[in-house]
């Protein structure tokens, strides 16, 4: 299964309607968290919001995990050893306030298990490779910290 999470601040249609496309052509089964967002999966199941709980059930059971660039669900997927894609809203396309998501996926994708798409062409061209995608080594504390203390330099550099 996988599990895509789009946030709670602002929808991601582009996103959610990317994944429910291919979910659709390639019989796959897909959970969405999609906020506010217009678009409703006709494929593939979905929360509008999840308490804490249902979204870390959903995580833990999903081969894949698909996001926008939110550092807490990519933390998240790296502590459970999920392979996840990341794809960043654009402001161009009226999705963010601002393009700081686009200048973090460069960074993004040096992380093990982590994987950027910023088109949708990106997103399907890695989900039809999703069998070659692995999750980050396991993390103990002394690494998480260091990954923290990494993204907490890239973002504010």
Known sequence: ???VAVGTQFPFDRLIQCIDEWAAENNMPVHAQIASGKYTPQHASYDRFMTTDDFNEKLTSADLIISHAGMGNIITALENNKPI???NRQHQL???RNDHQA???EWM???SGVYTA???DEMC???NRKHELHGSEHHD???RSRLIAFLDQAINA
């Open 1 to 3: 299964m996988i599990f």
């Open 103 to 105: 200048d973090g996926l």
């Open 94 to 96: 009226g999705e963010h």
């Open 118 to 120: 910023s088109s949708t």
């Open 85 to 87: 894609i990341v794809m």
């Open 125 to 127: 061209d890695l989900l």
């Open 109 to 111: 994708s040096k992380l």
């Open 141 to 143: 504390m002394a690494q």
